[in-house]
């Protein structure tokens, strides 16, 4: 019913900058909040950082300063900005969306495929 594509993971340099996007589709009725998160091999998947449909942000403290969570309502997309990138910041990365189907008086969470960021030293 929903689907969520994710772009613009890479391999970067450490100092370097990548920016992910997140479209989603399908029958949306409404989006709450949505988010990135990410996962390193032999870790359990973190949060990255949030944002709500007001744009309240909140992001873990080890991005903070360093990357910019923004959304486009309109195109139901969320962007993530990363710069000064570190090679701690190697992971898959993945969207989520809190989502209230048509036809629905609930949300339910849905998940990007994931892209892979790599930050080499």
């Known amino acids: 019913q929903v689907q969520l594509v994710e772009s613009g993971g890479g391999l970067v340099q450490a100092g370097g900058s990548l920016r992910l996007s997140c479209a989603a589709s399908?029958?949306?009725?409404?989006?709450?909040?949505m988010g990135w998160y990410r996962q390193a091999p032999g870790n359990q998947r973190e949060l990255v950082a949030t944002i709500t449909n007001g744009g309240s942000t909140n992001y873990v403290d080890s991005v903070k300063g360093r990357f910019t969570i923004s959304r486009d309502n309109a195109k139901n997309t969320v962007y993530l900005q990363m710069n000064s990138l570190k090679p701690e910041d190697t992971a898959v990365y993945y969207c989520?969306?809190?989502?209230?189907?048509?036809?629905?008086?609930?949300?339910?969470?849905?998940w990007g495929q994931g892209t892979q960021v790599t930050v080499s030293s």
């Open positions: 989520k969306a809190v989502v209230r189907v048509s036809g629905n008086y609930y949300y339910t969470d849905y």
């Open positions: 399908g029958s949306i009725f409404r989006i709450n909040a």
